[in-house]
């Protein structure tokens, strides 16, 4: 069995949870938070310090075979964009370990495990919120910050994007389920494709959008909110489609 591991040795305990998870698993005291396809779990609460351990589905033999030999495990991916997230000024949790574990050229376990987060909250249904004016102004400025970096993150969707408000009344976001990201990305077109799940309705995005829009150019600003919203409205067609094609499929069984 090979072991891949990433660790952040200013974190104390991390070597020895990344060696503990690559021999036993999760242990028997982790608290699950998500369980489907992956597990997400918390350990060492009861030492005070909290660490979120995302146990990563094992995969079947051609996509275990694809990671094992030719691309770069989820895990270590999450690691590795963490670290480069944090470089570049953005926020997400801290990176603790990253352990695979690769068996005759196959991935079989893989964990991921950052600090856990609390007094965070998820975009989601955030349209129904008082001061979501004031949230999709903020997090206009925030895409704006990431796109001029370069940063295209593939999920940006609104259960991987946490915020919150201190106490002046500022908001800050943090990404969370980063293994599937980008850097040096110069394509606006491609940039804007953040538009098609940031947010749940069309209204929601129309506010998006405008605030987004009024950070560019002047000459830029109606085409750059109409391409926002028509991302938005493709993405909800691509998506009706899908669901009514499975429907019929099952109709027919």
């Given at each position: 069995?090979?072991?891949?591991?990433?660790?952040?040795?200013?974190?104390?305990?991390?070597?020895?949870?990344?060696?503990?998870?690559?021999?036993?698993?999760?242990?028997?005291?982790?608290?699950?938070i998500y369980c489907g396809r992956n597990i997400v779990a918390v350990v060492g609460e009861s030492s005070g310090e909290s660490l979120c351990v995302k146990a990563f589905g094992v995969p079947g033999i051609i996509k275990g075979l694809i990671y094992?030999?030719?691309?770069?495990?989820?895990?270590?991916?999450?690691?590795?964009?963490?670290?480069?997230?944090?470089?570049?000024?953005?926020?997400?949790?801290?990176?603790?370990?990253?352990?695979?574990?690769?068996?005759?050229?196959?991935?079989?376990?893989?964990?991921?495990?950052?600090?856990?987060?609390?007094?965070?909250?998820?975009?989601?249904?955030?349209?129904?919120?008082?001061?979501?004016?004031?949230?999709?102004?903020?997090?206009?400025?925030?895409?704006?910050?990431?796109?001029?970096?370069?940063?295209?993150?593939?999920?940006?969707?609104?259960?991987?994007?946490?915020?919150?408000?201190?106490?002046?009344?500022?908001?800050?976001?943090?990404?969370?389920?980063?293994?599937?990201?980008?850097?040096g990305v110069s394509d606006p077109k491609k940039l804007m494709g953040n538009f098609g799940a940031a947010l749940d309705t069309r209204e929601g995005i129309e506010a998006l959008a405008g605030a987004y829009a009024a950070l560019q150019p002047e000459?830029?600003?109606?085409?750059?909110?109409?391409?926002?919203?028509?991302?938005?409205?493709?993405?909800?067609?691509?998506?009706?489609?899908?669901?009514?094609?499975?429907?019929?499929?099952?109709?027919?069984?």
């Open positions: 069995m090979k072991v891949l591991l990433r660790v952040n040795d200013d974190v104390a305990g991390a070597r020895a949870l990344a060696h503990s998870l690559a021999d036993d698993g999760l242990p028997a005291g982790a608290r699950e094992g030999l030719f691309r770069k495990p989820k895990a270590l991916r999450a690691y590795d964009n963490a670290e480069e997230l944090r470089r570049r000024g953005f926020d997400t949790p801290e990176p603790v370990c990253a352990v695979t574990l690769i068996e005759c050229g196959c991935l079989r376990r893989s964990y991921y495990v950052c600090r856990y987060l609390e007094n965070w909250c998820e975009l989601r249904g955030v349209e129904k919120r008082s001061d979501f004016s004031r949230i999709a102004g903020a997090l206009a400025v925030y895409m704006n910050r990431l796109h001029r970096a370069g940063v295209f993150m593939k999920d940006f969707t609104q259960g991987n994007i946490l915020f919150r408000c201190d106490d002046s009344g500022a908001y800050h976001f943090m990404l969370v389920d980063i293994n599937r990201m980008e850097f000459g830029e600003r109606c085409d750059v909110a109409a391409r926002a919203v028509k991302i938005y409205d493709d993405r909800q067609a691509t998506l009706w489609r899908r669901r009514h094609i499975k429907e019929f499929i099952r109709g027919k069984k």
